[in-house]
């Protein structure tokens, strides 16, 4: 049966058939997986999709996979939450969190792309699979492949929080710290994936990695009631996911599924691994790479793949994008716990920091329908909190002891109402 996707460079537009590979051998620019939008449009209605499963597989036909194939783990479907809490906080009026804190297996919107690559790996043929990893691409990289009883390589810089390795030696992954940052592993895994033949999810099968992205889109359109939103503020690491997301909506008017509206795209970055953001701020068509140094660190990718890409979206869309400091992040962080009840990792508090900083600066008006997307669990990244709670002493177990203890006035928060702009 003839497959209704294949490979296309970005720049030159050559085809290639579906293959391990991620540059055109033409013009050196990155691949990028095209589906035929006339095959998936007969058989693909709201309805069809709301009785489709409760994962992100029921948008199958719009993704790199081949029509009969069975998904063997559910990913994605996360809730869009109303955030009216957050929003007075911040000045908003009309804003919704896409929660992927809870996305299945392991946490992070990364279960997206690697339920994706990893299909492909298995119809190429690879027995081992493995990434390069700021973390959560590891986390679920290991968990599925697991799953799989693939064998599984993953390579990440030494300094990564501890949480995200355990998270991955957990599954039986073989991890292999690196003495270097994002950029030197990344190379690193180019090198092994060509000398090793293996499928490195990031690497040689990054235009399909790449597509699982995009149900992150397809979900807040049907999500709103097949409906988009005015803007939608998205943390960028490598800048793919913002790209996707932009696609997944174009594909979405151009299959009748939406009504056509201008969306802007706003993208997020930690101050101190913002190559992006710069770019964006400061009108260059290059990005200049950076030397990463942040607590954020499942975003601190110096020299971003799609850095290029993440530009032109946010430029084309009329968007805008902003960085945070450590400390911003932090408090965003506990701001969003504390109001909406979603404990996020570093990159979510990237992303809500930035959210209000974007209000703060009129770039967003109040009432205009806002997604912003929450991409990683807090519990990951429990290190960022040190030393903002204080311990408290125990209490007997008696009425009055805790009467006394009430009225020391504990019942504050010990961090609370932080301001995030
Ligand atoms: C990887 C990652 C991102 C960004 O993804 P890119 O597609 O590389 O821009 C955002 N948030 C979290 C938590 C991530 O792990
Ligand atoms: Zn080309």
């Given at each position: ?322 960085d945070v400091s450590d400390v911003e992040i932090v408090s965003a962080i506990q701001e969003l716990a504390e109001t ?69 006035g504990h019942q504050e928060l010990a961090f609370g109402g932080v301001n995030v702009r």
């Amino acid at each position: 049966m003839a497959l209704s996707y294949e490979l296309r460079c970005r720049e030159c537009g050559k085809r290639y058939d579906n293959a391990p590979l991620s540059i055109c051998d033409e013009c050196f620019s990155p691949l990028e997986v095209v589906v035929d939008l006339d095959a998936a449009r007969a058989d693909f209605t709201r309805e069809k999709i709301a009785a489709g499963p409760t994962s992100m597989w029921r948008y199958k036909a719009l993704l790199p996979v081949p029509d009969d194939y069975v998904p063997p783990t559910p990913a994605g479907w996360t809730p869009l939450l109303k955030a009216p809490r957050l929003a007075q906080r911040i000045g908003a009026t009309n804003l919704y969190i896409k929660n992927d804190a809870v996305c299945l297996p392991t946490l992070s919107f990364k279960d997206r792309v690697v339920s994706v690559a990893l299909a492909n790996a298995q119809i190429f043929g690879f027995d081992t699979v493995g990434c390069s990893s700021t973390g959560n691409l590891a986390n679920a990289v290991a968990a599925q492949a697991a799953r799989l009883g693939l064998k599984t390589y993953i390579l990440v810089p030494a300094d990564l929080e501890a949480a995200k390795i355990l998270n991955t030696q957990v599954y039986g992954a073989n991890l292999v710290r690196i003495d270097g940052n994002y950029d030197h592993v990344n190379r690193l895994c180019s090198q092994i994936a060509d000398r090793f033949n293996w499928g490195f999810v990031n690497v040689n099968l990054r235009p399909y990695y790449a597509e699982g992205s995009k149900t992150v889109g397809y979900e807040i359109a049907e999500q709103l009631g097949w409906r988009l939103p005015d803007n939608v503020v998205v943390p960028m690491a490598g800048g793919s996911l913002i790209t996707k997301i932009r696609k997944a909506f174009k594909e979405l008017i151009a299959l009748g599924l939406v009504e056509d509206k201008p969306v802007r795209f706003f993208g997020a970055q930690a101050t101190g691994c913002s190559p992006i953001s710069t770019a964006v701020k400061t009108g260059a068509d290059h990005i200049e790479p950076q030397r990463p140094s942040t607590i954020a660190r499942s975003l601190a990718i110096g020299n971003p793949a799609d850095g290029v890409y993440a530009t032109r979206c946010i430029r084309e869309s009329g968007g805008w994008a902003e960085d945070v400091s450590d400390v911003e992040i932090v408090s965003a962080i506990q701001e969003l716990a504390e109001t909406e009840g979603v404990f996020t990792e570093t990159a979510g508090g990237v992303t809500t920091a930035v959210t209000a900083r974007l209000y703060a600066h009129g770039r967003i008006k109040p009432d205009e329908l806002t997604v912003t997307c929450i991409t990683g669990n807090g519990l990951k990244t429990t290190d960022a909190l040190n030393g903002c709670y204080e311990t408290q002493r125990a209490v007997r177990p008696r009425l009055t002891d805790f009467e006394e203890y009430l009225e020391e006035g504990h019942q504050e928060l010990a961090f609370g109402g932080v301001n995030v702009r």
